[in-house]
Each structure stands twice: as structure tokens, then as C-alpha cells.
Nanobody
């Protein structure tokens, strides 16, 4: 069984910063892409950023230059540094990972979500 556990969400004022973490654990043979999505009230879930196992990154236009995604392959952990934050970044943030639990096909796994609220 594979689990993704997120941490680091919270309430922050506009212009502030937060760092999200997401650790994958359980039956893992290899971890491929990892990343973050977010979903604001009344909106569809959208990609924020992702990172390949080799470190190639991809960002949504709305967060480029403000957010930085990184990962620690030894710890199967992905991070999202968010700075500066603005009220439009308020959402539930979900991490995901494409994981091969054993030699064979890979599957997408999701974290439980962590709330990020940015006050104006």
C-alpha cells in the first residue's frame, strides 16, 4: 500500500510564504513524476507544478517566478515553496506521485489535501 502524506498548509497574509511537503511511503519500487495540484472553491482542480525524477520542472503560468518545486529522491518527498503568496492562491493543495509499487506498471497516487488560505 502506498501513502502520500502532506504537511505545511495554513493561514498566511498576502505577501507571506509557506512550504508544503509531501512524503510517499509504503510499497514503493520507484517514484517517477511528483507534483502539486490545487482546487479553489467552485473551481476545477488545476496543476500548480510538477517535477520529474531527473529534476525537470513545469509550472502553471500563474505561479511562475513565485513558487519553486523540488524533491528529495532519497526520501521520496516533494516540496513546494510558495513566496510571495496572494489571495488568489487560496485553495486546497494536493500532491500526487506516479509510483511503481513493484516492477511493472506505474500508478497515480494522491495526498489527502492541505488547506492554504491567504488573507488580504
Amino acid at each position: 500500500q502506498v501513502q502520500l502524506v502532506e504537511s505545511g498548509g495554513g493561514l498566511v497574509q498576502a505577501g507571506g510564504s509557506l512550504r508544503l511537503s509531501c512524503a510517499a511511503s509504503g510499497s514503493i519500487f520507484s517514484v517517477n513524476d511528483m507534483g502539486w495540484y490545487r482546487q479553489a472553491p467552485g473551481k476545477q482542480r488545476e496543476l500548480v507544478a510538477d517535477i520529474s525524477s531527473g529534476g525537470m520542472t513545469n509550472y502553471a503560468d500563474s505561479v511562475k517566478g513565485r513558487f519553486t518545486i523540488s524533491r528529495d529522491n532519497a526520501k521520496n518527498t516533494v516540496y513546494l515553496q510558495m513566496n510571495p503568496l496572494n489571495p488568489e492562491d487560496t485553495a486546497v493543495y494536493y500532491c500526487y506521485a506516479k509510483i511503481m509499487p513493484r516492477p511493472g506498471p506505474s500508478y497515480h497516487y494522491w495526498g489527502q489535501g492541505t488547506q492554504v488560505t491567504v488573507s488580504s
